[in-house]
């Protein structure tokens, strides 16, 4: 690795932009690191929630990265066969130190070829996707195979950040910026998973996920 | 209310990004809501984790707003004693439904008079400072007290953003957006807390802290 730490989120037009600032908020406080936001353009970037983020850096000007992440977000849909940007990752992909994704930001890097025969992580509604790819759907919060690493849907972005700085610095490290940003969860309410809601959430939820991603 | 929800994050130069995002993101699932991002001008704010995030509006021409809220950083330090900041914070916070914030931010709503004879949460490490603005700190990761609610540091964000689209819309619909985000916690570490990280590191954050805040 260099003396640099980059690490690089592609974002793009309706991208879910609490994927990305979660495990960038943990990933910041890596000695050396950068954090790059990285598009086609340096414009201002739409999100799902109605405000944009900034790229920092293009496609074709992001350094090496030493971690490449694929934040979600439904936007991604119209990326599945966007060739510039999938030679980006595979490009970045091929020598990044990690290779790694949350939400259904997985579902990008298996299109471009970044995990056929791997394990991976993705939205709960989203993850039998993943076998169109060549990958192995695993239902945990956060899943590491070899150099791939994978969070679920958009909250786990925060575990999976946590998890990757101990990999970079060590746990010692990871447990500062955990009591830093106080991170000790008490959800109000215990139906963050299709094992623990409703059935008739969990249904509604699939439903509207499987209209966006227009998957039958 | 509004037919149309207005929920406004006041953000600032070297504002922690996540404090915004976190709920930013659980808030824009409330029916005709809209997330405004507030500063004096509309350029590109700088953040403490080296991106950008774009004010959607000014002091000035912000709507009133149904939700106030004021996410945590150090940056605020600078604002303690600006008084267009606090006018905008007053004004809008004598009109709001709720006065709101994340991590630090309640002393900022505490310098601009708006916690006085209020219980609030607040990032642990900066808790005792709420004293200073007649405020009585309450170490929870969400705290209500009459119309105003408050999250603890950074992370709390999420589970504070939680809680207040219950208030809104109601507990059924409030656990649809946490499936819908899977905000089924699994921190990879148990260190999120002062009582459960070890002290060396709690002084050390402490102390960091204190520094960055200019307490002793």
Chains 1, 2 share one sequence.
Not at 84 to 97: H, I, P, S, T
Request: charged share 20%; net charge negative.
């Amino acid at each position: 690795m260099n003396s640099e730490v980059n690490i690089g989120f592609l974002i793009y037009p309706n991208v879910t932009p609490l994927d990305a600032i979660g495990p960038a908020q943990m990933l910041s406080a890596v000695p050396n690191s950068r954090v790059h936001m990285i598009w086609k353009d340096l414009r201002p970037i739409p999100t799902d929630i109605g405000i944009t983020l900034n790229p920092t850096t293009t496609l074709s000007e992001c350094p090496d990265l030493d971690v490449l992440c694929v934040p979600g977000g439904f936007g991604q849909k119209a990326l599945m066969d966007d060739q510039v940007v999938l030679d980006f990752l595979k490009r970045q992909g091929e020598q990044a130190q990690y290779v790694t994704s949350v939400c259904s930001g997985s579902l990008l890097l298996g299109a471009a070829g970044l995990l056929n025969g791997y394990q991976s992580a993705c939205h709960w509604a989203l993850i039998d996707e993943l076998r169109s790819f060549g990958a192995e759907p695993v239902s945990s919060r956060v899943v590491r195979d070899r150099n791939r690493l994978s969070g679920g849907g958009v909250t786990a972005g925060v575990d999976f950040g946590l998890t990757l700085v101990a990999e970079l610095v060590g746990e010692e490290f990871a447990k500062l910026v955990q009591l830093s940003t106080e991170y000790d969860p008490e959800p109000p309410f215990d139906a963050g998973s299709p094992s623990k809601a409703p059935p008739e959430l969990v249904e509604k939820v699939q439903r509207r996920f499987a209209e966006m991603w227009g998957s039958s």
